[in-house]
């Protein structure tokens, strides 16, 4: 079956600009996480949704950024006036409530220029 | 505050050798993972040990839980180039079901 799908997979931006990630997550997984790795690093959680709610924005390094999952299934991270320190992968996984185990999609790799 | 712990974080060797990558972690979890990353790739889950003194394997690699020291291993066996990747040790806290928090990760390259 289809995989988490993030797009788009690269984003150039200018600093300063607004931009928007989206993450496709696997059929009928009411949980979605977003992660981001910089270059060299492990990732590191920045939000977690179940369901329509984010159960968890604790990650979110700061007002810049806000995801949303309206219909309970694709999500979107927006980040606003982007800083060269945002650039990074952006992952997403999901899973199945309680199952525990995360399945990540390929990232989009955004570059703020 | 949840802390991972990888050693070491970078690694080379020859083709043939074993190796041992640590992995420690700072508080009590009930799910520790591997996942292995290729260049310019997402994650791809290698291992998921769920309890005290769980040992796992696939093919060269073989992955251990000790939860009382807190320390997991990925132990490679008589090592091949396509085994060349970033290793990933994660964990996620007891009884939640949301993040996971990984470690800086292993670089692994090794030479034909």
């Known amino acids: 079956g289809a995989g988490v799908s993030q797009t788009p997979s690269n984003k150039v931006t200018e600093k300063g600009k607004y931009v928007e990630l989206r993450c496709d997550p696997i059929s009928g997984h009411t949980a979605l996480y977003w992660y981001r790795q910089s270059l060299g690093q492990g990732p590191e959680f920045l939000i977690y949704f179940q369901g329509t709610g984010a159960a968890d924005d604790s990650g979110l390094p700061n007002d810049r950024f806000f995801a949303v999952r309206p219909e309970g299934s694709v999500s979107t991270l927006k980040i606003q006036r982007t800083e060269r320190g945002d650039s990074a992968v952006y992952l997403c996984?999901?899973?199945?409530?309680?199952?525990?185990?995360?399945?990540f999609g390929p990232g989009t790799r955004l570059t703020v220029t | 505050e949840l802390k991972v712990e990888q050693n070491p974080l970078f690694l080379s060797m020859q083709e043939g050798k074993n190796y041992t990558i640590y992995c420690n972690y700072s508080t009590t979890s009930d799910r520790l993972y591997w996942y292995r990353q290729d260049p310019g790739k997402s994650l791809e889950s290698l291992f998921v040990l769920l309890s005290n003194g769980a040992v796992k394997q696939e093919g060269r690699l073989m992955a251990s839980l000790d939860t009382k020291a807190r320390l997991s291993t990925l132990h490679i066996t008589a090592a091949v180039h396509d085994l060349s990747a970033t290793y990933f040790c994660?964990?996620?806290?007891?009884?939640?079901?949301?993040?996971?928090?990984f470690g800086k990760g292993t670089r692994l390259h090794i030479l034909p």
């Open positions: 996984a999901s899973s199945l409530s309680g199952s525990g185990e995360q399945y």
């Open positions: 994660a964990v996620d806290r007891e009884y939640r079901d949301d993040k996971i928090i």
